[in-house]
């Protein structure tokens, strides 16, 4: 049986960052066992200490566990490669966004940056995660609408994205292709995505 985080790790850093950054990754060997909502609870309470603009918190969380009706439900808006990989996971979750904030006077105004702030709450979600050992692992690869029309999502929400977390699962039980890919992948060099001063012609 191998655990995924037992994988060995061969990102290199190019600076001093701590150890997390490079530790965290998105396995698909997920369990639910052993795994419990108080678990997921710590998982959500680093999202809620996210930065966002005007600390407005536009995230919103659903979330079902393994094993009830509605977790089948959740299972169903996905997309057949992630159904692959899921189906043992400890929890499903959507997370959506609000679209609009009540501002001064109490009016709805738009909140132009819904989907970035959401965006930043998963990534304190899944650091989180793996800080306790836990695997989670974001998905875009669903159906929104369905998800929208079958949670009744109301119109002023946005759905981001959904996530599977759970334990650790075992590598040799995912299908054979993804036992492949079952490790750390790599990044661009540093050089690729900063530039000092204006963006510079050529610079893709
Ligand atoms: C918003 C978002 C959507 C993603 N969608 C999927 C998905 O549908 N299926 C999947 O297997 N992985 C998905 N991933 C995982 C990415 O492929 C993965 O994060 C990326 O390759 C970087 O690898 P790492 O997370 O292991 O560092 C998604 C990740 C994010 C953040």
Do not use: C
Request: aromatic share 10%; net charge positive.
């Amino acid at each position: 049986m191998t655990l995924p985080y037992e994988v060995k790790n061969e990102r290199r850093k190019e600076n001093e960052v701590d150890k997390i950054f490079i530790d965290r990754w998105s396995p698909r060997a997920i369990s639910n066992k052993d795994f419990t909502e108080k678990d997921l609870m710590t998982l959500f309470e680093a999202a809620r200490w996210t930065a966002s603009s005007s600390n407005i918190q536009p995230w919103r969380f659903l979330y079902a566990m393994h094993g009830t009706k509605d977790f089948d439900k959740y299972f169903d808006f996905l997309m057949e490669f992630n159904q692959m990989w899921t189906k043992n996971a400890g929890a499903l979750i959507v997370l959506i966004s609000k679209n609009n904030t009540a501002n001064k006077e109490g009016k709805e105004v738009p909140d132009p940056m819904h989907s970035f702030s959401a965006g930043s709450a998963l990534t304190s979600f899944l650091l989180q995660a793996r800080i306790k050992n836990l695997v989670a692992h974001g998905m875009g690869g669903f159906d929104k609408d369905k998800a929208k029309k079958e949670l009744n999502i109301p119109n002023d929400y946005t759905v981001e994205a959904m996530i599977a977390v759970g334990t650790q699962g075992n590598i040799e039980d995912l299908p054979e292709r993804m036992q492949k890919s079952e490790k750390p992948n790599q990044r661009k060099p540093l050089k690729e995505i900063i530039m000092k001063g204006s963006f510079k012609k050529g610079w893709r």
